[in-house]
């Protein structure tokens, strides 16, 4: 963008998809005017200054006679239809629509995309783009973390505990076992929800490739699961899923321990990959300014695009993810008045007294 951007082109700079971290604890629409705070303030204070153009007024007098008003003549004076004191900032909180790829409730953390916030957003004219991105079924990585031994209203992380059973008789090698037949069970689900049998040729040459998108819409399928830490009463599990919610996932680690003869709350839940995007697409709540927003936006129109390449409808495969300087390395970006050296970062501890240190040589 060029120094001293006007409003038409920063306007026309502002729609599309960008990739945001949510802080956990931190609701989506909290998320959401936090991004719109950021874009209003700072897109203002890039805009140059509006031209006050001169109109002629006519100057009125009474006559001297008669005491009628009468023109005598003309003069200038500042035409102050397009005045900021008149007509306001030219970006406005309203003005500015923002819509997030799925719903995330506060106490879960992780990615989130928007159009304009793993959180994809949708801004502007990208919220149109979101229906077309669900229709992809992407799989989202997830790292849960469970506590057995306490359960809490309607199992939610925040929830009060209103259960408690024991949990000592459970292993890491029985939990292991079950995750891993769970893990089968779903791959057989995978199958039957794609409307493909399984002893069908068909269902053999999928099974080659891959696991099978499920076709019908909604449906959680887990594709992948595994037990990454367990010291009692504590334990966290990997999950790839599609079709999924928080509180699908918060019901999951319950249903894990029921089936060993307990129960269990969730106590973290983090989402660290959506589709083509992980953690380093992602933008913190700490760098929300214009610059950040409109180089995170052609980020994501890259990955959407290369995603939309490669994706393939019918199985679910890995695929090889992107980082940031692959995809912008080929590309200089000139945003805005700010220089890269001259960049200043924000200290994330606030010291009261400050970081200023002064060397004292010992005598």
Partial sequence: MRIGATVTDIWRSLHGI?????????????????????ICEDANKRCLPIEMSEIEMPIVEPHPISQAPVIVGLRKQPNYDFHPLVVGKPFRKEDIRIEEFDYQQPASSGLCCMVLFLLLFGINDGCDMLESLRDRVWVNEY?????LGRGTVQNKIRGKVNRECDYEHITHQHMSR?????????????????????????????????????????????YFIKLIHF?????????????????????????????????????QLLR??????????????????????????????KIIKYDEKTLDKEIVKATAQSSVDDIL???FIEMLDE????????????IPWGRTYEIINKL
């Fill in 143 to 147: 790292v849960l973390k469970g506590q």
């Fill in 339 to 350: 220089e890269e050296e001259n960049e200043t970062i924000d200290d994330c501890l606030r």
């Fill in 329 to 331: 390395n080929d590309e």
């Fill in 178 to 222: 079950f995750l891993m037949r769970l893990q089968a069970h779903y791959k057989k689900l995978a199958f039957e929800l794609a409307n493909v049998d399984l002893e069908s040729q068909e269902a053999f040459e999928l099974a080659r490739k891959g696991l099978p998108r499920p076709k019908v819409l909604g449906a959680p399928v887990i």
């Fill in 231 to 267: 010291h009692l009463p504590h334990f966290t599990i990997n999950l790839h899923c599609v079709c999924k919610n928080d509180n699908f996932l918060q019901d999951f680690i319950n249903e894990i321990a029921l089936s060993l003869g307990s129960v269990a709350s969730c106590r």
């Fill in 18 to 38: 960008i990739c945001v971290h949510k802080p956990r604890d931190t609701s989506l629409t909290a998320l959401r005017l936090r991004l719109i705070n950021a």
């Fill in 272 to 301: 660290t990959q959506l589709g083509p995007f992980n953690c380093t697409h992602s933008l913190l709540d700490k760098h929300f300014t214009l610059k950040n927003i409109l180089r995170n936006m052609q980020l994501c129109e």
